[in-house]
């Protein structure tokens, strides 16, 4: 067989294959093999790593979009210094997704603005690029959909599905109030997972508060026993990353997110108003 017909046999196995990638680079690997810049064997790893590389960014993307991870969030972009009651560290060891083979949970506390949903979707995306399925949901459309599947009769299986993932991040809790049938079907969920599956909680409000947030505390205190046991908790304690360059506009009453200790019968479990400043948009 000739060089042209040798070449022309490999095209037709990586067509057959589907090894687009990696005939996309063959011609290329085969002109620098020429050129006496690489040898045979580099020519080879060449394309298979190419064809490797296309297949896990892929792999990602779909995973990212099935895991409802949406936001491109990375521990990369998290400016640490503007939030020093985050331990680095601490943060750093999660990183390395320990607690999701331990099955632990993850409680994420702070006013928001704090970057408790950047830190959660940041570890949600590592976890996707290590292998593992992440289901990401707000704790509002989780009972939703826990509402939904339970009305026509599809509670069994949509819980399996959820609990299926090595990785449930819930963001947050407790800004709006959870109705009895919904906090009986949250407690069926964290029943069914603990000690099987990882999850991290993001939250406005302290752990004293969830009999108010889910209307009930004997649910509260059964949800707590199995999101606290062996868990991680994390407060953070600072000021908002969205407002940084209008800190001087909010009312000290606002401050906190609602998560005052002085008076917390009188605060309404509602998210904290918006404010009327554009602070997304600065692009710092
Ligand atoms: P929370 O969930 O605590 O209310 P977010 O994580 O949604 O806050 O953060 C609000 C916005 O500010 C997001 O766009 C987030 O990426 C950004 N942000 C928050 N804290 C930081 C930080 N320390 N470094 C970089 N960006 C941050
Ligand atoms: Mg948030």
Known sequence: MSS????????????????????????QAVERLENDEISPLEALESILSHEQNVRETRRVKTQLRTS????????????????????????MTLA???????????????????????????????????GHAVY???????????????RESNLAARLRYIN????????EVGYLPIEKNGANLFFQ???????KGATIL???????DWGEIFGDNVIAAALLDRLLHKANVMEIAGNSYRLREHADLIPESLKRGGASEENPTKRKPGRPKKVAVSTESTGS
């Open 189 to 195: 969920l964290v029943n069914g997972r603990y000690e």
């Open 164 to 171: 299926r993932a090595p990785l449930l991040i819930i963001d």
């Open 96 to 130: 390395e997704l320990g607690f999701i083979a331990r099955q632990q949970a993850i409680h994420l506390l702070g006013p928001p603005g704090v970057g408790k949903t950047h830190l959660a979707i940041a570890l949600g995306i590592l976890a996707v690029k290590a």
């Open 68 to 91: 409802r991870l949406l936001q491109h969030k990375t521990l990369d972009t998290f400016d640490f210094a503007f939030q020093p009651t985050i331990d680095k560290q601490r943060v």
């Open 202 to 208: 993001t939250s406005n409000r302290g752990f004293k």
């Open 136 to 150: 990401f949901t707000t704790l509002t459309d989780l009972i939703a959909s826990l509402t939904k599947a339970e």
């Open 4 to 27: 042209l017909q040798t070449l022309n046999a490999i095209k037709q196995h990586l067509v057959s294959l589907k090894f687009s990638a990696a005939l996309e680079a063959l011609d």
